[in-house]
């Protein structure tokens, strides 16, 4: 069974910081590309940074939060981070965790968490 399981979300005023985690099980986490995605009030989900499989991760980041969030990984722990620092209000979602992989055939696997709330706000 393949879990996700973020933690980390919270209440943070504007310039503030938080790290979000994700725990994964039931996959072979190391050959996964590993992302964040959120969520806010009203409006569809969007992508905000993946970090690539294996053990020389490349990173990617939307422009809305490029030079303020870091995504990382731990193949050992099987977890991924989303440290986010300079936050704005703007950045108040639901934030998801998601793994992805794709076989040489070309056959999808994806999977999300629950999601945890992060809130901006003075």
């Known amino acids: 069974q393949v879990q996700l399981v973020e933690s980390g979300g919270g209440l943070v005023q504007p310039g503030g910081s938080l790290r979000l985690s994700c725990a994964a099980s039931g996959i072979t986490f190391s050959i996964y590309d590993m992302g964040w995605y959120r969520q806010a009030p009203g409006k569809q989900r969007e992508w905000v940074a993946t970090i690539t499989s294996g053990s020389g991760s490349s990173t990617n980041y939307a422009d809305s939060v490029k030079g303020r969030f870091t995504i990382s990984r731990d193949n050992v722990k099987k977890m991924v981070y989303l440290q986010m620092n300079s936050l704005k209000p703007e950045d108040t979602a639901v934030y998801y965790c998601?793994?992805?992989?794709?076989?040489?055939?070309?056959?999808?696997?994806?999977?999300w968490g629950q999601g945890t709330q992060v809130t901006v706000s003075s």
């Open positions: 998601n793994a992805a992989f794709r076989t040489d055939r070309g056959k999808p696997y994806e999977y």
